[in-house]
């Protein structure tokens, strides 16, 4: 299914204190990190995902797959599409990067998805009723707006 037939499930955002290319690399270490352990690897195996490990040339590049994503879209310092599907769900994961000023960046995850059937009903309630993946997508910005402030400071 494609991104923007998926209903919207939410968007979070924060802003960071550096420029795009800066947090555009934040993004990619911080991709790459999250979804190349063996708990997510495992993850796409139990749930069916269309990926299941990590492939290709990183996770900013299009074609590239992470466990349980493929880089749809890769737009440097600007936008990062991520899809998958497994058995209970399709979905996409949208970054964005807009400036927010002199040396800030305004970084946005967009969760779109559907979840069909009852089971997918389920899976939907297990994730998203219980918070679960607002407080992985909240890390995951948090993770890279440190990755960003780190790397321009020179730590």
Do not use: C, K, Q
Not at 22 to 48: D, H, N, T
Not at 79 to 108: I, K, M, N, Q, W
Not at 122 to 149: D, E, N, Q, W
């Amino acid at each position: 299914m494609e991104n923007a037939a998926l209903p919207r499930v939410d968007e979070l955002a924060t802003v960071v204190p550096a420029e795009r290319a800066e947090v555009w690399r934040a993004l990619g270490e911080v991709l790459g990190r999250a979804f190349a352990g063996r708990g997510w690897g495992r993850y796409a195996r139990l749930v069916g995902a269309d990926e299941r490990s990590a492939s290709g040339p990183g996770p900013l590049a299009a074609g590239a797959t992470l466990a349980g994503f493929r880089v749809a879209e890769a737009v440097p310092g600007r936008r990062l599409v991520l899809v998958g599907g497994h058995r209970f769900a399709s979905y996409s994961l949208v970054f964005r990067l807009d400036e927010a000023g002199p040396g800030r960046t305004r970084l946005s995850a967009e969760t779109r998805a559907v979840f069909p059937g009852r089971v997918g009903a389920l899976y939907r309630a297990l994730v998203i009723g219980t918070g679960g993946h607002r407080v992985l997508v909240l890390r995951m910005l948090a993770g890279v707006r440190r990755r960003a402030r780190d790397g321009r400071s020179g730590g």
